[in-house]
């Protein structure tokens, strides 16, 4: 299975960005997806994530600013990101998981994203 991630670049403070994160499966089929980020030097940490009932859930940094939402007909998740600070330079990773006898975790590759001015 493979989650290939995409949107990032670079951006000026304030801008927006719309993260993409394509499944080779369908969606469906998982539990909670989900965006975590790593800044260097820092540790991983949850962005976002979305359910298989599409109940969200937004770590501090994003909330008021990030919207993270999935299409099922795509297979797709995405992360609307606006009012992008320098602090929330980082890779961007997609994260995927469903239970069956136990978990089991799919990642994505990372996009970076870069606010500078």
């Known amino acids: 299975v493979q989650l290939q991630a995409s949107g990032g670049g670079s951006v000026q403070p304030g801008s927006s960005l719309r993260l993409s994160c394509t499944a080779s499966i369908d969606i469906i089929n998982y539990n909670v997806m989900s965006w975590y980020r790593q800044s260097p030097g820092k540790e991983r940490e949850l962005v976002a994530r979305?359910?298989?009932?599409?109940?969200?859930h937004y770590g501090d940094s994003a909330k008021g600013r990030f919207t993270i939402s999935r299409d099922i007909t795509k297979n797709a998740m995405y992360l609307e990101m606006k009012a992008l600070e320098p602090e929330d330079t980082a890779v961007y990773y997609c994260?995927?998981?469903?239970?069956?006898?136990?978990?089991?975790?799919?990642w994505g590759q990372g996009t970076q994203v870069t606010v500078s001015s």
């Open positions: 979305i359910t298989s009932g599409d109940i969200t």
């Open positions: 994260n995927a998981y469903y239970i069956h006898d136990r978990r089991y975790d799919d």
